[in-house]
């Protein structure tokens, strides 16, 4: 899946509504300093389904929202919209009726976070699934952040085979591995209580 095209309203320095045309091939963002070139690395990250606010250098997730200058008010909500061109349908199959996929986040003050995929509600896990699928998503190691070739050079063999696992696609497993396990276990609970009411009843 390429991403084609990205809408930023109200996040962090881009407070009017902005849309980024994403050409093929590998993309650069350059501009002067405090321009909002990391700005728009996290909002990448963001609607992608980044749950650190840390790693959006925010204290909370309400940090991305615009938060006004002496010239212009704070807004209430920011909203991200990441389009993927579909055409392949490599979209994961709750998600692979249509060509073109419109993913949108949107955080309100106080209210946390709601996703969308094409207009329909969406959960924050489905959405972290679709991108972990196409091999890309909030911790891609497709999108540099600064100092992170430095980080990679120096990163321990765990860390550096996450990175690898990411690239190729398979982290999303590991979570649905993660998930079965848990429901595995919450099903043997519920075996072992099956047993004793038999028991009591025997
Ligand atoms: P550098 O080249 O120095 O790394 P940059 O181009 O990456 O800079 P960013 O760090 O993306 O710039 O943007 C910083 C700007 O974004 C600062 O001016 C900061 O005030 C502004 N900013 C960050 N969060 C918010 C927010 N919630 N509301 C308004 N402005 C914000």
């Known amino acids: 899946m390429r991403f084609s095209k990205l809408r930023l309203n109200g996040f962090k320095s881009f407070v009017d509504p902005t849309d980024l045309s994403i050409s093929r091939g590998l993309t650069g963002v350059v501009g002067p300093n405090g321009c909002g070139k990391s700005n728009l690395l996290e909002a990448l990250r963001w609607v992608m389904g980044e749950s650190r606010a840390r790693a959006m250098r925010g204290a909370g997730m309400d940090d991305v929202i615009f938060a006004g200058t002496t010239r212009r008010p704070a807004r209430s909500f920011a909203e991200v919209t990441l389009v993927l061109d579909n055409a392949q349908r490599l979209a994961p199959a709750m998600f692979n009726t249509v060509d073109q996929l419109e993913v949108t986040r949107r ?3 106080d209210s946390g976070s709601s996703y969308k995929v094409n207009d329909r509600d969406a ?7 679709l991108f972990a699928d196409a091999s890309t998503g909030a911790q891609s190691p497709a999108l540099v952040r600064q100092g992170q070739i430095a980080e990679l050079i120096g ?13 190729a696609g398979i982290s999303g497993l590991y979570q649905r591995r993660h998930e079965a396990e848990l429901k595995l276990k919450a099903a043997e609970a519920n075996l072992l209580r099956v047993d004793d009411v038999i028991e009591q009843l025997a």
Do not use: G, S, W
């Open 123 to 129: 959960r924050a896990r489905d959405v972290q699934m």
């Open 155 to 167: 990163a321990k063999p765990k860390a550096r085979r996450r990175v690898l696992e990411e690239a």
């Open 107 to 109: 955080i309100t003050r």
